[in-house]
């Protein structure tokens, strides 16, 4: 695709629901990373896939928290029994490479409200 | 673990104007990149200018520029003859060879008319 596309754009869930956000990243990219924004804050570190292994999940949260990207392209993002604390944008990165030197290409981001 | 710190939550400055960001960085790390991402109210993170830790030369993105400070530590950013579609929250961030990048928490620049 022309860019990185995150669905759904806005999410309201209530506390105690499960969600599911999904990223796909443009074609080809090999790596793929989950960042979570809290309001006002930077993004934060999730977890890093390389084609279809999880190479670091060490940024998520809880074990609430769970991502897969099955056949190394769309990767999903579960978040289990939510709770208010969850509420942030979620983006999605992917870049060509497996090593750093070259740009991370960011979606849109889904904004998670958790009521 | 590394760490960014940008200490101006927020600027401003007038059209046309010269505005300078601020970031310093903590790490143990000698080769890494430096990054500074604009985030628009759309919420589309866009690389605005990246800095190779090894590279002696300060990058320059047309009306973008860096001052890379290695010694110190220091990466701020520089924007030229200010334009109204500059305003954004501005995040200065910093990566190891093949990971993740670790954020600021951010600038916004207001571009006044």
């Known amino acids: 695709g022309a860019g990185v596309s995150q669905s759904p754009r806005y999410k309201v869930a209530k506390r105690g629901q499960d969600v599911a956000l999904r990223c796909d990243p443009i074609?080809?990219?090999?790596?793929l990373f989950w960042y979570q924004q809290a309001l006002g804050q930077g993004p934060e570190f999730l977890t890093y896939f390389q084609n279809e292994a999880q190479l670091d999940k060490s940024g998520l949260p809880s074990d609430r928290f769970f991502a897969e990207r099955p056949e190394g392209s769309v990767s999903t993002l579960k978040i289990q029994r939510t709770q208010q604390e969850d509420s942030a944008v979620y983006l999605c990165?992917?870049?060509?490479?497996?090593?750093?030197?070259?740009?991370?290409?960011f979606g849109q981001g889904t904004r998670l409200t958790v009521v | 673990a590394q760490t960014v710190t940008q200490s101006q939550p927020e600027m401003s400055v007038q059209e046309a104007e010269t505005v300078t960001l601020s970031c310093t960085y903590d790490?143990?790390?000698?080769?890494?990149?430096l990054f500074w991402y604009k985030q628009p109210p759309s919420r589309q993170m866009i690389l605005v200018i990246r800095?190779?830790?090894?590279?002696?030369q300060n990058a320059t993105e047309n009306r973008f520029s860096v001052n890379f400070q290695k010694a110190a530590k220091s990466f701020s950013l520089k924007i030229s003859d200010s334009q109204l579609g500059d305003t954004a929250m501005y995040f200065c961030a910093f990566m190891k060879t093949g990971n993740k990048l670790v954020f600021g928490a951010g600038t916004i620049l207001r571009v006044k008319s």
């Open positions: 990165a992917s870049t060509p490479s497996r090593t750093g030197k070259t740009e991370a290409f």
């Open positions: 074609s080809g990219h090999v790596s």
């Open positions: 790490t143990s790390e000698n080769n890494y990149y």
């Open positions: 800095q190779e830790a090894y590279k002696q």
